[in-house]
Nanobody
Framework: QLQLVESGGGMVQPGGSLRLSCTTSEFTLEYYAIGWFRQAPGKEREGVSCISSNDGGTDYADSVKGRFTISRDDEKNTVYLQMNSLKPEDTGTYYC????????????????????WGKGTLVTVSS
């Protein structure tokens, strides 16, 4: 089963920044919409951001607009999530997923449209 690999999580104080990475050696990310999702303890996994295949159009959840930026480096086959001005409510395990459809586009319609989930990377925002 195809799988993405997330990294870059850690513990930061409120107002701090982190950059998450999502990569794989198993398929080419630019041909699929890639979504970042997060799951806080006791809560369902929610979509945070998405980058479309081909033109790289982006979309963000209202809760992270203006603070998070998603990008893609096709040479490195990696999608990034730059997270600035972090808040305690951003705490959770962050996962990236690839849309099941080739040449797929954002926004995220349903989490069920994504697979190739990695093991996630933990982000903790606390003073």
């Amino acid at each position: 089963q195809l799988q993405l690999v997330e990294s870059g999580g850690g513990m930061v104080q409120p107002g701090g920044s982190l950059r998450l990475s999502c990569t794989t050696s198993e398929f080419t990310l630019e041909y699929y919409a890639i979504g970042w999702f997060r799951q806080a303890p006791g809560k369902e996994r929610e979509g945070v951001s998405c980058i479309s295949s081909n033109d790289g159009g982006t979309d963000y959840a209202d809760s992270v607009k203006g603070r998070f930026t998603i990008s893609r480096d096709d040479e490195k086959n990696t999608v990034y999530l730059q997270m600035n001005s972090l808040k305690p409510e951003d705490t959770g395990t962050y996962y990236c997923g690839a849309h099941k459809m080739y040449e797929s586009e954002c926004p995220i319609q349903s989490i069920d449209d994504f697979d190739a989930w990695g093991k996630g990377t933990l982000v903790t925002v606390s003073s």
